[in-house]
């Protein structure tokens, strides 16, 4: 799932690299990336490439179709056979979305920068500024690659024996604060799980020990059936490569709680438990 920069630096052949810098109500990524970023890696802008139009039946984030998502891999100068490598300025809160749409499509090289570009600056890494506009790949995406579940098979998840991470700020899930989706709260059955516990103190993952000691503490294990979930399906992915780290396969759901929290004839909990 990971690569170190200093393996990147001393890779004999450079991936295809991707600049996933975005956060939520931040529009200023690209202007971030132009003005540093690893040599030759090409940004990427989330709202527009790593998502459809979002929508209060499928929620902030969408799944992109899958043949504009083989487009904008394309235009990203993405090769068949050719290793990716994408990163962020935060801990891989972004990235892991590009990371995971690739996997997704079908594309079985994809790795996330621990430690995104601090990591990078660390081990001595240069950075260069301005855009860079790659030649055309020319990857097929045929999708499939990694699993999903759709809103009704999120919401049996928990009946079901298995196992439904609600990847936010606790304070989402206990419905005292919600910045931006209808309401407040989680999905009853739900597992609160927070994303940032994922990581160290410098924003690379915290060993697959610690890993699997966490998701096993709230009942995760490998082998389980667990789903997660986030505000729109961009975090989510990093806690489903935090449990792939960890020995445990984990389905997405992209509409997440901003698709749940859009129909009030769904029931929202709130509280620490479930």
């Given amino acids: 799932m990971l690569v170190s920069a200093a393996e990147l630096l001393a890779a004999g052949e450079r991936p295809v690299l991707l600049d996933?810098?975005?956060?939520?109500?931040?529009?200023?990524?690209?202007?971030?990336?132009?003005?540093?970023?690893l040599p030759d890696a090409v940004?990427?802008?989330?709202?527009?490439?790593?998502?459809?139009?979002?929508?209060?039946?499928?929620?902030?984030?969408?799944?992109?179709?899958?043949?504009?998502?083989?487009?904008?891999?394309?235009?990203?100068?993405?090769?068949?056979?050719?290793?990716?490598?994408?990163?962020?300025?935060?801990?891989?809160?972004?990235?892991?979305?590009?990371?995971?749409?690739?996997?997704?499509?079908?594309?079985?090289?994809?790795?996330?920068?621990?430690?995104?570009?601090?990591?990078?600056?660390?081990?001595?890494?240069?950075?260069e500024t301005g855009d860079v506009v790659p030649e055309p790949g020319d990857v097929v995406l045929p999708g499939g690659g990694l699993p999903v579940l759709g809103i009704d098979e999120a919401a049996a998840l928990p009946g079901a024996g298995g196992a439904l991470l609600d990847a936010r700020a606790e304070e989402r899930y206990r419905g005292e604060v919600e910045p931006v989706d209808p309401r407040a709260g989680h999905v009853p059955g739900a597992i609160s799980a927070p994303t940032t516990e994922n990581l160290a103190g410098d924003g690379t993952f915290r060993p697959a020990a610690e890993l699997t000691e966490r998701f096993g503490a709230l009942g995760v294990r490998p082998g389980a059936q667990v789903g997660v979930y986030c505000g729109s399906g961009v975090t989510a992915a990093h806690e489903i490569a935090a449990l792939a780290v960890a020995g445990v396969q984990a389905a997405l759901w992209p509409g997440s709680w901003s698709q749940w929290s859009a129909d009030p004839h769904r029931p929202a909990a709130t509280g620490a438990t479930r």
């Fill in 20 to 37: 996933v810098r975005w956060a939520l109500g931040d529009p200023r990524g690209r202007e971030e990336y132009l003005a540093g970023h």
């Fill in 43 to 127: 940004f990427v802008d989330l709202e527009t490439e790593l998502a459809a139009p979002p929508s209060p039946d499928a929620g902030r984030h969408p799944l992109p179709p899958l043949d504009e998502l083989q487009a904008a891999a394309r235009r990203w100068g993405v090769r068949a056979g050719v290793p990716v490598v994408v990163y962020d300025d935060s801990g891989g809160l972004a990235a892991a979305r590009a990371w995971w749409l690739l996997r997704w499509g079908g594309h079985g090289d994809v790795r996330l920068l621990d430690g995104g570009l601090a990591a990078w600056t660390r081990a001595g890494g240069r950075l």
